[in-house]
């Protein structure tokens, strides 16, 4: 009886190690969800939506909007966007003619106050470099640029005279 059973170790650690111990090994974590260069777009798409919605706001009602529901209201992919884990901030200046805008995600910070037309602050700071993270634009400077071990942070920052 030993040396039957003895004849079967080997296969029966063979069908071991190939049931249990190789797929842990060989298991590749999946992603549910959105990788850097995603979030990154929709954090701007994000920002490009608020500044429409802000404009269509002040089109029908006469003054700038400080509540994020009014803006969903008029772009369901705002509400997307928030779902995908995109922070949106608004604040309306008492009168209504100025806000203020901050859109954030893991990998990207955006930030907008505007008058009428006049842009009084635009910034962008990049949390968390990767492929296809970059702020949005052209004509902007680069005000500062720090970077540690895990992440790079890029300020531009665009303020009107």
Known sequence: MQGNLQRFLPILLLVFLLLFVLPAILHKKKSSGLNSKELSQETISAMNIVVAGQKAFTTEHGRYTGQVADLIEGSRRLAKYIADGVLV????STS???????VASGVIVLVRSQTGNVV???SCDVIK???GVACPGTGTKTSGTTTSPTTTTTTTQT???
């Open 89 to 92: 901030q608004v604040d309306a």
């Open 96 to 102: 209504g003619k100025t806000y203020y805008t901050q």
């Open 120 to 122: 009084l602050a635009k």
């Open 129 to 131: 470099s990767g492929s």
């Open 159 to 161: 303020t009107a005279s």
